[in-house]
């Protein structure tokens, strides 16, 4: 039998945890041309919600290209990524592939290629310099808008991980977008992100050019009454039965992140395999079976970090993230001067081990933090 719980890849159809409301809400904006910054901490399932979306926009008859910018390492890149995505959106069929790369793209001259699971692809074959850039991206950017008014069907365009052009010089790529899709009235574009201060400036700093551009979306967890509805239904499913109240605790001892929540249940499923029922005291043991399997990963990232980043984050997982700059809280973790907290926590940010949410810090890895509470205190 399968275990019903999927972790770590993206989901679909009956695995995908029921976020109605967020799924809707993303289709009927795309639907009216609304352009949407989906801002998501990792683990929350922000693809897995962004590909459900884009499945259905396509059965309604949306060309769709979905852009995960993580696998951008250069403007080249960036330029063969965008150009074979949005291609292969509008034809599969390599003789009118050809063709429209031709129509579409005349300038940039890419050379077609058959990947090996034999769907067409393209390369760019000469060094794309970054003063150069910006003309044929301009050409990149206008092909959703002339192929949807071409075909006479609209163009669904999502950026993925969007933060990440701030390594290819952002500035210029915001730019150079606004410029172009401010004018497509055929195109509807969303740019998610996990790096949620990152995101969030983008669109509310009057100094960037995304300043009021869209609409802003942040992804919050699973309401619980929903999340527990869903997990009953994939254990009860596959023959299991649960103790009562079971599903609250796994829900309160994962702090009910979509992630650790079916990475958890996963291995209850197994561990509870021959007895087909899972019970307030095979948490713990499974819990601790996790840490084990992580605990290499955990160790690796911990003996990297300086000793007052280790320090910021013994205070946070034994004290939480509240008033984290004020005097007590620096003085009651021996954690020194306050310019040197906030220069290890921006630091931490970065590494996208800790992540902030109003006004309080949390580690992003609900495993992360019991493991440093059970080994590091």
């Known amino acids: 039998m399968k275990n019903p719980f999927r972790y770590g890849e993206v989901v679909t159809g009956e695995d995908f945890a029921d976020r109605e409301t967020e799924l809707e809400n993303i289709i009927r904006d795309l ?28 059965k309604d008859g949306f060309l769709t290209a979905y852009i995960d910018l993580f696998k951008v390492s250069s403007f080249k890149s960036l330029l063969e990524l965008y150009t074979g995505i949005v291609s292969r959106a509008a034809e599969t069929k390599i003789e009118r592939f050809n063709r429209l790369v031709r129509d579409f793209f005349p300038n940039i001259r890419p050379k077609v290629v058959i990947t090996p699971d034999g769907s067409p692809s393209i390369e760019i074959d000469y060094e794309v310099k970054e003063r150069s850039a910006s003309k044929l991206f301009d050409e990149v950017y206008e092909a959703p808008q002339r192929i949807a008014k071409k075909r006479n069907k609209n163009f669904i365009v999502v950026f993925d991980e969007f933060q990440e052009i701030a390594n290819l010089n952002g500035e210029v790529i915001e730019k150079g977008m606004r410029a172009c899709f401010q004018h497509h009235d055929h195109v509807s574009y969303l740019f998610a992100g996990s790096r949620r201060h990152i995101i969030s400036d983008m669109v509310s700093n009057k100094r960037r050019a995304f300043y009021n551009m869209g609409k802003v979306m942040p992804l919050g967890k699973i309401p619980v009454e929903e999340f527990k509805s869903f997990l009953e239904d994939k254990f009860s499913r596959t023959g299991f039965s649960l103790e009562n109240g079971v599903l609250d605790e796994i829900l309160d001892v994962t702090e009910n992140y979509p992630y650790n929540v079916q990475f958890l249940c996963h291995e209850l499923w197994n561990n509870c395999l021959d007895s087909r029922r899972v019970a307030y005291e095979d948490i713990t043991p499974t819990m601790n079976r996790i840490l084990d399997g992580q605990s290499a990963v955990y160790v690796t990232i911990w003996n990297t970090l300086p000793l007052h980043q280790k320090r910021i984050l013994i205070a946070i997982a034994s004290s939480g993230g509240e008033n984290i700059f004020s005097r007590d809280f620096i003085r009651d973790n021996d954690l020194g001067a306050a310019s040197s907290v906030q220069t290890s926590i921006n630091l931490l940010m970065k590494k996208e081990i800790i992540e902030k949410e109003g006004n309080i810090y949390y580690i992003s890895d609900v495993f992360f933090k019991i493991w440093i509470r059970k080994e590091m205190m």
């Open 31 to 58: 639907k009216a041309g609304q352009t949407i910054f989906l801002i998501s901490p990792r683990r929350y399932g922000k693809t897995s919600l962004i590909i459900n979306a884009l499945k259905r926009l396509q």
